[in-house]
């Protein structure tokens, strides 16, 4: 089932600003569910309560905020000119659903949140950083297939 990711919120200069949310589609029942980019939880969904993909985009005004959780957050540092950042785009939402309620995806474009790319040395994209607590567990620097993210994903799961 695909997954669907809608950003919903005010938007600024500088990227979103305020409350933002996505909506995910539910690949057990298919209802559609808003998810926040930061919770203190995990989504789940609001018919059936399965977990939710927890794929959210944000930006330096709510990254914090969206890396505040006890679960594994990949961080994909990209940018929409970049190719590589497009074909790794559709991994990480197939991985969004196979580690969903383990799993957080945020997506940051590193040309409206430069903060967030000194704050993590995006100096090539994609950057993909695996965090837990605010803590960098691994980094991943250019595109990578699914079988070699699922590789690196794994063992930081096991040791949570």
Same mark, same amino acid.
């Given at each position: 089932?695909?997954?669907?990711?809608?950003?919903?919120?005010?938007?600024?200069?500088?990227?979103?600003?305020?409350?933002?949310?996505?909506?995910?589609?539910?690949?057990?029942?298919?209802?559609?569910?808003?998810?926040?980019?930061?919770?203190?939880?995990?989504? $789940?969904?609001?018919?059936?309560? $399965?977990?939710?993909?927890?794929?959210? &985009?944000?930006?330096?005004?709510?990254?914090?905020?969206?890396?505040?959780?006890?679960?594994?957050?990949?961080?994909?540092?990209?940018?929409?000119?970049?190719?590589?950042?497009?074909?790794?785009?559709?991994?990480?939402?197939?991985?969004?659903?196979?580690?969903?309620?383990?799993?957080?995806?945020?997506?940051?474009?590193?040309?409206?949140?430069?903060?967030?790319?000194?704050?993590?040395?995006? $100096?090539?994209?994609?950057?993909?950083?695996?965090?837990?607590?605010?803590?960098?567990?691994?980094?991943?620097?250019?595109? $990578?297939? &699914?079988?070699?993210?699922?590789?690196?994903? &794994?063992?930081?799961?096991?040791?949570?």
């Amino acid at each position: 089932m695909s997954l669907a990711i809608v950003a919903i919120g005010a938007k600024s200069t500088s990227g979103y600003r305020g409350s933002m949310s996505s909506i995910a589609v539910c690949p057990s029942c298919g209802t559609k569910n808003r998810v926040p980019v930061a919770s203190s939880g995990r989504p $789940q969904c609001a018919s059936c309560h $399965q977990p939710l993909p927890w794929l959210v &985009e944000a930006g330096d005004a709510d990254l914090d905020a969206a890396l505040n959780t006890d679960h594994l957050v990949l961080i994909d540092l990209w940018a929409p000119w970049c190719g590589p950042c497009t074909m790794v785009a559709p991994v990480l939402q197939r991985l969004s659903v196979r580690y969903a309620g383990k799993v957080k995806v945020v997506k940051v474009n590193v040309d409206h949140n430069p903060r967030s790319s000194a704050r993590f040395d995006a $100096q090539s994209i994609p950057t993909l950083v695996m965090t837990r607590h605010g803590a960098v567990v691994d980094r991943i620097v250019g595109a $990578q297939g &699914e079988a070699a993210l699922v590789a690196r994903i &794994e063992p930081l799961l096991v040791t949570r």
